[in-house]
């Protein structure tokens, strides 16, 4: 059932589109990430709904209540920024019971809401400290406890842990996501990091120039990407040209592939870098992995830590990269063979694949 409905939101700046013609809708309880590169129309989005600006056309329902006209504090909303915005002049327990004060409840009760709120984020015994005595992370602990304390209908979280660093980041991700299944709030998260929405999300919403391109699972999105732009900014590498005729894709070099993906005619093929095997022992003419081998040269080799980046040379005009485990250390010149498997396999018209250049902070 849809808990948020946004239907034909459009939003205009000094004649410029930031939002155009933008339908979705997100499932009571559920985590959607609103994900675009910087300047997309994702913020503008959450603004729209939080009721801090408001749309030129369409409309924004929760709940099926129209809230085009509902000011921001009456719209049962909440919404963490990138940055806590914490009341410097007011405790952290007073930070974290102003909502439940708004809304008229008594001393003794949003004092006891706020301390338990705070046991939640893991803050207990904060609740004299002052926000200059907060690491950035500990901050947006409490603005997350002050968000949720109200109970809210929908929370939304504004590129809410940009500003902290690696490990923090990730144990905020852990936070947030045991703090929704506890309290089973339906969020929307704004972010530009594609890593942050597959993590984070049961259904990614990417948008590009103010218009959404694909709505779907992050598996989807990453794995069957709509079109080569959403390919390339969920980290594609591997663009290349074939003659579809059902499920055999006919190269340019003469060999023939197979895929799961039936198709005709003119395609733009692509495989993430991480499900290409590579192969460094000879194979036998009866090996099960006889269909879609290729010869390659390793032209290079670089380590990242986590894996290996290796770029294959299978003809001087062709070349993959894969992604392949860090102990997999095969020296540059060496011949491998490398198996792209059928399932890997995904392809986009060729009328739609040419790559176009964007912005990827």
């Known amino acids: 059932m849809a808990h ?23 499932r009571s309880g559920e985590i959607l990430a609103l994900l675009g590169p910087s300047g997309c129309g994702k913020s503008t989005t959450l603004q729209m709904i939080a009721g801090v600006l408001q749309p030129d056309r369409g409309t924004i329902a929760l709940d099926n209540q129209i809230l085009n006209r509902v000011p921001p504090e009456k719209r049962n909303i ?41 046991r939640q984020v893991q803050l207990e015994g904060f609740t004299d400290r002052k926000p200059s005595e907060l690491s950035g992370g500990q901050a ?25 660093d690696a490990n923090l980041r990730e144990e905020m991700q852990d936070l947030i996501l045991q703090l929704q299944s506890q309290t089973g709030v339906t969020m929307l998260i704004v972010t530009h990091d594609q890593s942050e929405a597959v993590v984070m999300s049961q259904r990614i919403a990417l948008m590009f120039n103010g218009c959404l391109r694909q709505v779907d699972t992050p598996e989807r999105i990453y794995q069957q990407p709509s079109d080569a732009t959403v390919a390339q900014f969920m980290g594609g590498v591997n663009f290349f040209s074939a003659t579809a005729t059902g499920r055999q894709w006919r190269l340019s070099n003469g060999f023939t592939l197979r895929s799961e993906q039936s198709c005709q005619g003119l395609i733009q093929a692509t495989i993430r870098p991480e499900q290409i095997q590579v192969l460094t022992e000879e194979r036998s003419p009866n090996d099960p992995l006889e269909n879609n081998l290729l ?8 380590f990242t830590g986590t894996q290996r980046r290796l770029t294959l040379a299978i003809d001087p005009d062709f070349t993959l990269q894969a992604w392949v485990a860090p102990t997999q250390d095969i020296p540059v010149g060496r011949s491998v063979h490398i198996h792209l498997p059928p399932t890997a396999l995904w392809s986009f018209p060729q009328t739609h694949a040419s790559l176009q250049p964007i912005q990827i902070p």
Do not use: C, Y
């Open 78 to 118: 909440a919404l963490v920024l990138q940055r806590g915005l914490l009341f410097p002049h007011l405790t952290i327990g007073e930070n974290v019971a102003f909502g439940l004060k708004m809304r008229g409840v008594n001393q003794t009760e949003r004092e006891q809401k706020a301390i338990a709120m705070l």
């Open 4 to 26: 948020l409905t946004l239907q034909n939101i459009t939003k205009h700046f000094s004649g410029v589109t930031a939002v155009q013609d933008l339908w979705l809708e997100v």
């Open 140 to 164: 947006q602990r409490v603005a997350l406890a002050r968000s949720l304390v109200i109970h809210p209908k929908l929370l939304l979280l504004d590129e809410p842990l940009s500003a902290l």
């Open 295 to 302: 010869h390659a040269t390793v032209i290079a080799n670089r």
